[in-house]
């Protein structure tokens, strides 16, 4: 049993043995085989690849050697058609040589008539210059010296009578050129007359807002002065405060200040301190806003900001009344209208003639005139010399030096000098207005006066019963010349007498 014991395992491992040994002999037969047959698939599939290959390329071969053989015969063509071209070139060139050596040997044959025609034509002028200085006595040299004498003796005769004539001509046109272009340029302007004071009017809603203006022991009013730079008056005119500076920039600061802090009614000394900084960086902002805006109208291009700003500063301006901004822009347009119909540079003229009175918009405490100032600024700024020449030249400070800085001369002088522009305050323009009525209804006869035109025209109602036709020529005549005497005005004044007749009657 033992035994029986011991063998039973061992033969199961010997049989066990075996079966693994049969089984894995069985796997490799098996993968033999298969290794077999993927080396004999992998041989047919390469052969069959190679015979599509070699099939592709015969097909390639044949395209290119047919594509090929096409070119070929296209370039051959090609040449054939050159070829021939070139032969009828040289058929054409052959032509043209035989027919050029005929046409040489005819002009050379024609060059030989031509010399020999020549010859006989000099010595039979030879025998008649011979003949002439026989007949006259003088020699050639002498009769051509002569004959030139006379001609420049004639030509100066007719180009003096030219140069006179041209001067005369040159004298009157220029005259008329002139009138015609000033009174064109003045006629296309059409500009507002505009006075500014130096003071400054602001209503109050009662008088109590005086006391809270002036604030406790004057702090509110002193706040105000030292922080913007003006003297504010209050005096006895009811709901009214004034505000008195030379400074028009100021003077406008204050103004909006007032207005804000009275429609506000918190008025003390840090409330006015805040509303006066935002007032002052709005009145900065409308400086460089006013001057954008009158670049933008003219049609003028790189300007630096300084001198935007320095533009639009004078807008606060005046000169005699006049606003300076206003003034500068209206100078601009009458230069780019003179300098177009005399021919020269609109665009620099223009330019010019805005900037000619920039200096009276730099803040600055140097001395000079402020045509000196602003030429220093606009070359400073980089501007054109031209255009700072026109600019200290406007007022002959220095020499012109081209016809655009004199034609800024003359736009200044148009603007300045027309009739209500300048010279005379908003008060002094409105005395002389009423003086002018009163002049005229200081006459007996005289029913109403009415100045009109600026003040350039003075019409008069005369009483139809105590003034007839006669009388009323007389009055007329007598009213300008008190109107000579007793008042300064520019320009002159008409006087227009009216009369008239009414009929009056009533149907019952």
Known sequence: MEILFIILPLSGIVLGWLIRWLYAKIQVTSSEQRAKRIIQDAVKESEAKKRELLLETKDQ?????????????ERRAEIQHLERRLLQKEENLEKRVSSLEK??????????????????????????KKELEHLSGLSAADAKKLLIQS???EAKH?????????EQEAQLSAEKKARDIVITTIQRMATDICSEVTVATVSLPNDEMKGRIIGREGRNIRTLETLVGVDIIIDDTPEAVVISCFDPIRKETARIALERLISDG???PARIEEIVQKVTKEI??????RGEHVIFELGIHNITPDIIRALGRLNFRTSYGQNVLVHSKEVALIAGMIASELGADAEFARRAALLHDIGKGVETNSEGNHAEVGMEMARKMGEDPKVVNAIGSHHNDVEPET???IIVQIADAISAARPGARKETLENYIKRLESLEKIAESFPGVDKAYAIQAGRELRILVNNEKVNDEDAKLLAKEIAKKVENELQYPGRIKVTIIRETRIVEYAR
């Not at 007719?158 to 041209?166: E, S, T, V, W, Y």
Request: hydrophobic share 30%; glycine share 2%.
């Open 61 to 73: 071969l044949i395209r290119e050697r047919s594509q090929l053989e096409k070119e070929t015969r």
């Open 103 to 128: 046409q040489e040997r005819s002009l050379q044959g024609r060059e030989r008539l031509c010399v020999e025609r020549e010859e006989k034509v000099l010595e039979e002028q030879e025998k008649c």
């Open 151 to 153: 001609m420049e003796n």
């Open 158 to 166: 007719d180009a003096q009578a030219l140069i006179n004539r041209i």
């Open 266 to 268: 918190r008025i003390h």
């Open 284 to 289: 900065n902002q409308i400086i460089y806003e």
């Open 403 to 405: 016809i655009e800085a």
